[in-house]
Structure formats: structure tokens, C-alpha cells
T-cell receptor
Framework: GQSLEQPSEVTAVEGAIVQINCTYQ??????LSWYQQHDGGAPTFLSY????GLEETGRFSSFLSRSDSYGYLLLQELQMKDSASYFC??????????FGAGTRLFVKA | DTEVTQTPKHLVMGMTNKKSLKCEQH?????MYWYKQKAKKPPELMFV???????INESVPSRFSPECPNSSLLNLHLHALQPEDSALYLC???????????????FGPGTRLTVL
């Protein structure tokens, strides 16, 4: 089967660093994406890793290790507005993308 | 224009009603998607259109009928829905789905559907 596992909830304080992990099992793997979704809003694309290593985009970074079937999203200098759900996702080739169940991030003052 | 628009934002319908959801994008994307999302769950793929042809139907009940009139528009026709169909319906588009290529999807704001 194909699945992506991520923690259901993470809580952190403003200004801190938080890491959201994602482990995957897919029959064909092309890369790992991350999406952010605020309550009542639409998912928005954050990053995509096709190769091993760290990709940095501002306060957000994403990491992939193909040998470990593992990736993570790193959020630095947390702000209250970062409170949202974060989904890891894997395109399966063609037009289908599998989403993880999502991690709800709560940022406290 | 990097936006996917959806109408209406909210829809309440009875189980005997017929209604349609509309989606539009002007990014030149060749793939368009319908997703269903329940609260605190990930988006669940329903349909994919590629180059205006139905590419994927994830065994969706026939009371949901998609239509792609042209490369910019995507409709979802609803008929005889059940209360459990109440959810957020998201439209998305992407450039394409070539294997090994980032299939970044741009999502619309969704239609919040309530079936009474």
C-alpha cells in the first residue's frame, strides 16, 4: 500500500523552532511535498524535495532522506500565524498525489 | 494570475436538489482536480481532468458528475446528495503530472457544502 505517516499534533512557543516529521511507504516515489492549510482556508504549497537534502525557503526548510523513507518540515522563528495544519504529500506519477493525515501545529505566545 | 477561483463559497441543499460547483483558473494549467475534505482530514481526491479529458475517477458515486467545458473551467454537478456528503469541496490545478516532476497543486478556496 501507499501511506504517509505524520504526527497528529505539535505545540510550540512563538519564536521557537519546530520540526514536523513524515515517513512514507509508496510503491513508486518521486518526491515529497508539503502543504499548509489554515482553518477555513485552502491548502497552499510550501515545498517539494525530489532529491536528498535540505531545501530552504525563508523561515521554512524541508528535508528528505530517500534511504530512510523520511522527510521533515522545519519551521523557524515561529509566529502565531504559523498555527495551521501541515500535510506531507507524495506525487505518485501521473496526476495523483497522496496526502498524509496532517499535523496540526499550535503556536503559543 | 496565479489564482484558482470557486463559486459558490457556501451552499446548502436538500437531498432532492440539483446544484453545480464551479472552478476557474487562468494559469494555463492542463490538469484540474476535485477534492473532498472533511474536518481535520486531508483532501481526498475525487476526479482529475487532464487536457479536458477525465483521467481519474476515484470510484466516486454517480450523484457527483464532473464536467470540464474548456481548459480553464471545471464544474461538479450534484444531484440527490446525502447528508454525509457535507464537506469542503476543493478545486485545484497543476501544470501537469509527469512522473518525477513536482506536481505543485494550486487550490481554490473551496465550497462549503451542507446537505440537509
Amino acid at each position: 500500500g501507499q501511506s504517509l505517516e505524520q504526527p497528529s499534533e505539535v505545540t510550540a512557543v512563538e519564536g521557537a523552532i519546530v520540526q514536523i516529521n513524515c515517513t512514507y511507504q509508496t510503491s513508486g516515489f518521486y518526491g515529497l511535498s508539503w502543504y499548509q492549510q489554515h482553518d477555513g482556508g485552502a491548502p497552499t504549497f510550501l515545498s517539494y524535495n525530489a532529491l536528498d537534502g535540505l531545501e530552504e525557503t525563508g523561515r521554512f526548510s524541508s528535508f528528505l532522506s530517500r534511504s530512510d523513507s523520511y522527510g521533515y518540515l522545519l519551521l523557524q522563528e515561529l509566529q502565531m500565524k504559523d498555527s495551521a495544519s501541515y500535510f506531507c504529500a507524495a506525487p505518485t506519477g501521473g496526476f495523483k498525489t497522496i496526502f498524509g493525515a496532517g499535523t496540526r501545529l499550535f503556536v503559543k505566545a | 494570475d496565479t489564482e484558482v477561483t470557486q463559486t459558490p463559497k457556501h451552499l446548502v441543499m436538500g437531498m432532492t436538489n440539483k446544484k453545480s460547483l464551479k472552478c476557474e483558473q487562468h494559469m494555463g494549467h492542463r490538469a484540474m482536480y476535485w477534492y473532498k475534505q472533511k474536518a481535520k482530514k486531508p483532501p481526498e481526491l475525487m476526479f482529475v481532468y487532464s487536457y479536458e479529458k477525465l483521467s481519474i475517477n476515484e470510484s466516486v458515486p454517480s450523484r457527483f458528475s464532473p464536467e470540464c467545458p474548456n481548459s480553464s473551467l471545471l464544474n461538479l454537478h450534484l444531484h440527490a446528495l446525502q447528508p454525509e456528503d457535507s464537506a469542503l469541496y476543493l478545486c485545484a490545478s497543476s501544470q501537469g503530472g509527469l512522473a518525477g516532476v513536482n506536481n505543485e497543486q494550486f487550490f481554490g478556496p473551496g465550497t462549503r457544502l451542507t446537505v440537509l
